[in-house]
């Protein structure tokens, strides 16, 4: 058997169901401090893992399920490059209003920024959020002022897996991640950008292995 490497906070959701089923995401949310967003992929995976059942309208019950190893084997064997969709990537010298307006219109919360196709780095809507705040015209100042640069940027590959991913997701906080190929030129690594992957799709992954299963 395959034993799955949980983070605290997953341990944490198991210990809460465990002695309080059945719970709520709310009520979980409460307990942690955190949203119910933020809990979305750590209860998908502790759920498709066998570890918690979700029953609608009643909440979550902990379940000890044998196929606990089982699933895992399948969630590991799928990759990035199985689930990534398009990114939405803008240049470093996009103007902060151009940019907010291509996040909203594209509907994503995270912006990639690039150089001739080299991922350079990225944006979210905090980021906005924050600049607009201060008073700042976002008619003139770049993007590339307020971005988070390279190398501050988690980024995943083609072939990581799906779990990984999620994990990498969980324990960084963030809601996207860029897919990268790496790309020597005169002895230098580059990092092309060439999708993307969020909660969203970690979602839609679960959601999609829970029907077929």
Do not use: C, W
């Not at 940027?153 to 897996?161: G, N, P, Q, Y």
């Amino acid at each position: 058997m395959i034993n799955i490497k949980l983070t605290p906070r997953q341990e944490e959701i198991i210990r809460l169901v465990k002695e309080n089923h059945p719970i709520t995401s709310e009520t979980l949310a409460s307990h942690l401090g955190v949203t119910r967003a933020a809990l979305r992929p750590d209860l998908a995976i502790l759920t498709m893992i066998g570890v918690l059942e979700a029953r609608p309208k009643v909440g979550y019950i902990y379940s000890q399920k044998p196929s606990y190893s089982m699933i895992y084997d399948y969630i590991v064997d799928i990759k990035t490059k199985d689930i990534m969709s398009k990114p939405v990537v803008v240049s470093e010298g996009t103007t902060v209003y151009d940019a907010i307006v291509h996040l909203f219109l594209n509907d994503v919360g995270t912006l990639f920024v690039e150089n001739k196709g080299m991922l350079t780095g990225a944006i979210s809507r905090k980021d906005f959020l924050k600049i607009a705040m201060g008073g700042t015209d976002i008619h003139k100042v770049p993007v590339g002022i307020i971005m988070t640069r390279m190398p501050n940027i988690i980024f995943v590959e083609k072939e990581d897996s799906a779990y990984l991913v999620a994990q990498k997701i969980i324990d960084h906080e963030i809601d996207s991640l860029p897919v990268v190929e790496r790309i020597f030129e005169e002895g230098k690594e580059h990092l092309k950008i060439i999708g993307k992957v969020s909660k969203t799709n970690i979602t839609k992954l679960f959601v999609k292995l829970g029907q077929s299963k």
